[in-house]
């Protein structure tokens, strides 16, 4: 049995096992060979995540403590936000996100059933479904090919006096016209969630002013999902400047409660016991008084004790994201006749998330025969997520009817459903890597049957 002196040592010796494994059993040894899987995203860690995890693991408190402390602070200060929220996913913090514009603390600019929030149904589901859970109207509006986000010009005549909010993603890394949507925003009272889920790292710039995206509206969300810009396994984010918002992002996650004690402390605010609230009678406990339909979305502190190391790696793997991304344009420029290449938005600097290419019409060639070619040499490809998300079963039972709209047509949304693909350009990609994909969608461009 090991001497240990106190609990410290003993949590050293531990961690430094899990290194040695860590060295043993997981470190990557192998170079690349051409025909080797390469895969659309993948988790890029060493010994200190493993090590971080571990240390959580041993203090066996199992849900949001130090760890998860630590993380908000530091990621608000990185991001450039006042507050900052773990959740369990992406799509929880979509949802925390939208909630929180529901509270009647809010007064007019609450969000009500059968309010509308402009959205586009070109992207991933849970930026809409949160808007359809709660009985909003989501207004679909077209996109712009080779930026892949939305139409700002189409703005305007999605406006209605309904209208409450903007809610869509930076896609794949590359921003939307932050610019054209905060001032739409602004000049009509309506509220900006940035659904930063795929862009973590983005950065742009309005009036001389650069920060990331996600910091530029009322609120962003992040994921940290395993294959996204940084891991926790499962894990999202909700953050903004606004101290209300704050508030009510840590009720909707926390129950729905009103009470901002911090998990394991009682009484933090001195009046847990003389209040009233709604109908209860005089001095009902306050850490049991809840002011919303809320949820219990929470991390955990092992996820968190990964995104602290997670996050000391991220500006590395911001700099070789844009670096692979640049690499593999640089080859397939040679295919800009066939192909549309993709194009960061002016007054951007992407994080980016994958390479997203579509097919030419007049190429002659078909976006899944491409695709089946570079799968077929050991290349992961996805499509942009939805595509058109109206067009899908889950649009079936309410395809015609009120319950969301379309601001003019989805032409160039059903272009990407059709024509659209990417490949990714994470951080654990080598230039030889990146050389191969390249050579292999070139190739994929270039067969003759694909032209008939």
């Known amino acids: 049995m090991a001497a240990w002196k106190n609990e410290a040592e003993a949590r050293e010796q531990i961690k430094s096992l899990v290194a040695e494994y860590y060295r043993a059993f997981k470190e990557k040894k192998e170079p690349f060979h051409e025909g080797d899987r390469i895969s659309y995203a ?20 199992l849900t949001t403590g130090r760890f998860a402390d630590r993380f908000e602070k530091e990621f ?37 059933p059968g309010d509308e929030v402009i959205t586009v149904a070109c992207g991933f589901p849970t930026t809409v479904t949160p ?68 862009a973590l790292g983005s950065e742009y710039t309005i009036g001389g002013e ?5 910091a530029w509206g009322d609120i962003g969300t992040s994921s940290f999902y395993p294959p996204h810009h940084m891991t926790m396994g499962e894990g999202g984010c909700v953050y903004t400047n606004d101290p209300l918002l704050h508030r009510l992002i840590l009720s909707f996650r926390d129950w729905g409660r009103d009470c901002v004690c911090p998990s394991g402390r009682d009484n933090f605010c001195g009046h847990r016991f003389d209040g009233r609230h709604g109908e209860l009678p005089a001095g009902y406990d306050h850490k049991y008084v809840y002011s919303h339909f809320g949820y219990n979305l929470k991390a955990t502190d092992m996820q968190a004790a990964i995104g602290c190391e997670q996050l000391r790696k991220f500006p590395s793997f911001i700099g070789r994201r844009r ?7 640089g080859i397939l420029e040679a295919a800009s006749d066939r192909l549309i290449l993709p194009e960061p938005a002016e007054n951007s600097a992407p994080s980016w998330f994958g390479f997203l290419i579509s097919v030419r019409l007049e190429s002659g ?20 997520f ?38 990714g350009v994470y951080p654990g990609m080598t230039d030889d890597m990146i050389d191969y ?4 969608i070139l190739e994929a461009t270039e067969r003759r049957e694909e032209r008939q």
């Not at 670096?323 to 344009?329: A, E, I, K, T, Y």
């Not at 060639?365 to 942009?384: A, G, K, P, S």
């Open 386 to 423: 939805s595509g058109n998300l109206i067009r899908h079963p889950c649009f079936d039972q309410i395809r015609g009817t009120d319950a969301y709209r379309v601001a003019g047509d989805l032409t160039v949304t059903d272009f990407v459903m059709n024509s659209a693909f990417w490949v």
């Open 42 to 61: 993948s988790r890029v860690f060493d010994e200190k995540e493993m090590q971080a995890l571990t240390d959580a693991m041993l203090d066996f408190w």
């Open 76 to 112: 608000a200060a990185w991001i450039g936000v006042k507050y900052a929220h773990l959740v369990n996913s992406g799509s929880s913090a979509n949802l925390i996100a939208f909630m929180a514009l529901t509270a009647p603390e809010l007064g007019a600019r609450q969000i009500r």
């Open 365 to 384: 060639l078909e976006r899944n025969r491409v695709t089946r070619y570079i799968e077929d040499h050991n290349i992961q490809t996805r499509l942009l």
């Open 210 to 214: 650069t920060r990331f995206t996600g």
């Open 437 to 440: 994909m390249g050579r292999v």
């Open 131 to 198: 808007i359809l859970n709660y009985g909003a109207v989501p207004v679909f509006v077209d996109v712009t090919v080779p930026q892949y986000n939305i139409d700002a010009a189409k703005l305007e005549g999605a406006l209605s006096e309904k209208t409450k909010a903007v809610m869509i993603a930076h896609t794949l890394g590359n921003p939307f016209d932050l610019r054209a949507v905060k001032a739409f925003c602004e000049k009509h009272g309506l509220w900006l969630v940035e659904d930063n889920c795929d």
């Open 323 to 329: 670096h692979n991304w640049d690499r593999l344009h």
